[in-house]
């Protein structure tokens, strides 16, 4: 059973010291997943339930690879207050002398609370009088009207708040106080449109996985790869330094998680049964090389995951495996173990194939199904109470139990869990 509630963990961080603020996606767990996977448990905290607080330079977070994190902002202040009139104040206080050092022109805010229990009419009336005292300064201003308490990608980005004379303010609980942020990144939702609906080969009937979730997938194994230093911004630069690390994804269907990967810097390798699958991932990745001239090397080959010998250097493994025929409702029990069955069986044979050509510590990072009935009640892989057995150990994150890290949409019955393993 899937519970929405996120795990806190309480380990109190030595020399904790907040810089930026990330909004997570619609699936917390899996963003706060994603960002302990590559910043490491010590350099974030998370923050009420759709925030996470680090301590790394908002300037020096890779947004791009993050397909968890929706907003990038950097902590202004620390409000000793969670109370709406006192953050309004303090807002009419401090705003017109900070825009005296901007440069002259048209100004536009936007503001999004979080968790603060303040209505958007709320939030609206404080625009305005925000907007009427810049106004008595003589600078041209605009404020983004709030349809819900915070703005969201689209509002960002189309009113340019991350732009040269734009700000989008965020106001974050933060128990009794409250943190004020201003975003810097915003999730570029039209370059995910583009990548994945632009591309020549798509097939509605093996699912089509979003780009956002193949980051999570890749960044999950990514985090767990061997680095001298994990501390923050230095990570990307180790593998730089390298040859770049090489991924495999052995269930690569039209190459989602090989594009993503390709994308972050990485070189890639693709397996797939289906020579259809292995034609669409090449012309999808061909594709790509026109727009990224610069991406690294890509293969794309077939094999079957259950017996295929790959190329010795992998350094990371990252798919979403095969997940059984597609179901608009879960089936009757005996059908259902039947389904259960025949992918588990699978799946084995692929691990026990895999592990012996994997080295000591490689990580592997899997979206493996789990069915979902009406209510929500899962029914989970029996594989994963013996992965112990298969050769691998099961990662286990501080900010996320290894239950949360489940896609889904509402209504979907062949959910998607991540299985985050390291070859023992
Ligand atoms: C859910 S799809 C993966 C889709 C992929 N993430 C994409 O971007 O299109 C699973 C893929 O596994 C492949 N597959 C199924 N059984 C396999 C096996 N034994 N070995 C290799 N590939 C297999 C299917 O052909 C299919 O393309």
Not at 46 to 66: K, S, Y
Request: proline fraction near 6%.
């Amino acid at each position: 059973m899937v519970t929405e509630t996120l795990y806190r963990y309480t380990k109190v961080v030595s020399n904790f010291n907040a810089k930026s603020i990330c909004i997570l996606g619609r699936q917390p767990a899996l963003g706060l997943a994603e960002l302990e996977s590559l910043y490491g448990s010590d350099h974030l905290e998370p923050l009420g339930t759709q925030a996470a607080r680090l301590d790394v330079e908002a300037g020096d977070i890779n947004f791009t690879r993050l397909g968890g994190t929706i907003k990038v902002a950097k902590i202004l202040a620390n409000l000793s207050t969670s109370n709406w009139a006192e953050i309004e104040k303090y807002l009419l206080k401090n705003i017109p002398p900070h825009l005296a050092h901007m440069p002259e022109g048209k100004f536009t805010l936007g503001i999004s609370a979080y968790e603060l229990g303040v209505k958007s009419e709320t939030i609206n009336k404080t625009n305005l009088k925000i907007k009427s005292l810049i106004k008595k300064t003589g600078r041209p201003v605009r404020v983004v009207p709030n349809k819900e308490t915070a703005l969201n990608s689209a509002q960002v980005l189309h009113n340019s708040l991350i732009k040269r004379g734009g700000w989008e303010l965020l106001l974050i609980a933060n128990k009794k106080d409250t943190i004020l942020a201003q975003t810097m990144f915003i999730q570029d939702i039209e370059a995910y449109g583009a990548r994945d609906q632009a591309r020549p080969k798509r097939d509605a009937r093996i699912g089509m996985l979003p780009p956002k979730l193949a980051q999570i997938i890749v960044n999950l194994a990514a985090g767990q790869m061997k680095q001298p230093d994990k501390t923050p911004g230095t990570w990307e630069s180790d593998i730089k330094s390298s040859r770049p690390a090489h991924f495999l994804d052995p269930f690569c269907g039209t190459g989602v998680v090989l594009q993503e990967a390709l994308l972050m810097g990485y070189s890639v390798l693709g397996t797939d049964l289906e020579p259809r699958m292995v034609e669409y991932s090449k012309a999808n990745l061909d594709w790509l090389k026109t727009r990224y001239p610069h991406i690294m090397e890509y293969k794309v080959e077939a094999g079957d995951a259950t017996a295929h010998k790959w190329a010795k250097d992998i350094d990371a493994v990252a798919a979403e495996t095969y997940l059984g025929r597609p179901l608009s409702s879960l089936p009757e029990p005996d059908k259902l173990k039947e389904i259960v069955n025949d992918v588990n069986t699978i799946l084995e044979k692929f691990l026990k194939n895999l592990a012996p050509q994997l080295k000591p510590g490689v990580p592997v990072c899997l979206a493996v199904p789990a069915w979902r009935s009406n209510g929500g009640q899962l029914t989970h892989l029996p594989l994963i109470d013996r992965i112990s057995a298969l050769g691998y150990n099961l990662v286990k994150f501080k900010a996320a139990k290894p239950t949360e890290l489940i896609y889904f949409r509402e209504g979907q019955t062949v959910a998607r869990q991540l299985l985050v393993l390291v070859k023992r």
